[in-house]
């Protein structure tokens, strides 16, 4: 089994002048009135490597600073992500772990740690240590929370000791005949195989897993686990199994209902649209029997929905 071929909306720019580009954002924003549509226009069809050439382009060419202007000339939500869009996306995920971390929301914890790769997780610790002050080993250590064992599990996802293989299907039948024998308790053999294995192998695993008869280890968490790690490794399960399924999921959380969660709808189409976001949208399609650009449509407005939909390709 090989893993999911990931689909990206946003893809590096082919020709890319980032003289260019700098000199138009300014004129954008110059003068009276904003042209809204060029910044979007520009910034969400440029990888974050791209944005972060620009924005030094700004600063030595102009001589300003492209963050604050944006600031300036812009606003609510429609403000947030376009400022968002100019950190690194590393930068901005260390940031919303620091804050997820203080305020105990495991489930973000989670998203990030358990589908990154290890390439990003390593610059996401660094940028956690020069943006707070503090080792992210350290805080996860210093962690003050209900499961030791969950605790230890995070920890063990942010030492960037899991593999990198693909699947193998020798590996994945032993691996789903631990879960299926769970000589230990079954949520240990799943922290410790989700902390040692890429997210390929686990997915591999999981289907082998399926292939004995119970095609929904949801089912095993439920019935298994302790009752104060049954959500949070459901959520583990599910990231790492289909991450297109998690974040279609997540992303439907985020919109469906009374109001929107728009710190959630921000970070997912962020740190999504250069990796799968295509995948997330037709997993979102199949689950939900409408569009995601219908889902955004109906629930943002104005240039704040154009930049989401710009985002996610549409």
């Known amino acids: 089994m090989s893993p999911y071929t990931q689909v990206a909306t946003v893809n590096p720019a082919d020709p890319f002048d980032d003289t260019a580009d700098a000199e138009a954002l300014r004129a954008a924003m110059k003068g009276f009135g904003t042209d809204e549509m060029e910044i979007i226009n520009i910034l969400a069809n440029r990888t974050s490597d791209q944005r972060q050439i620009i924005k030094e382009t700004y600063s030595q060419t102009l001589e300003r600073n492209l963050i604050d202007d944006l600031k300036s000339e812009l606003g609510g939500h429609f ?151 049954k959500g949070v490794m459901k959520t583990v399960y599910e990231s790492v199994r289909s991450p297109p399924s998690f974040f279609a999921k997540e992303l439907n959380s985020a919109i469906a209902g009374t109001g929107t969660d728009d710190p959630k709808l921000i970070r997912i189409v962020m740190s999504r649209c250069e990796i799968d976001m295509a995948n997330i949208k037709e997993k979102y399609e199949e689950l939900y029997a409408k569009s995601l650009a219908d889902a955004i449509k109906g629930d943002t407005s104005g240039d704040y929905k154009r930049a989401l939909l710009a985002l996610i390709g549409c």
């Open 79 to 229: 403000e947030d992500i376009m400022v968002t869009l100019m950190n690194p996306t590393e930068l901005y995920l260390a940031q919303v772990l620091h804050l997820a971390l203080q305020e105990k929301q495991d489930n973000v914890v989670i998203e990030i740690l358990c589908t990154r790769d290890k390439t990003s997780i390593e610059k996401i610790k660094s940028f956690y240590g020069e943006e707070h002050g503090t080792d992210l080993m350290d805080d996860l250590n210093n962690l003050e929370h209900e499961s030791e064992k969950f605790k230890k599990f995070l920890i063990a996802m942010a030492s960037e000791d899991r593999g990198e293989e693909e699947g193998d299907l020798s590996i994945a039948q032993k691996l789903s005949s631990k879960l299926v024998g769970a000589a230990l308790k079954v949520e240990d053999e799943l922290m410790e195989m989700v902390s040692k294995y890429s997210n390929p192998m686990m997915r591999f695993a999981f289907k082998e897993y399926a292939s004995h008869g119970d095609d929904n280890f949801l089912n095993v968490i439920e019935e298994k686990m302790p009752e104060e790690l």
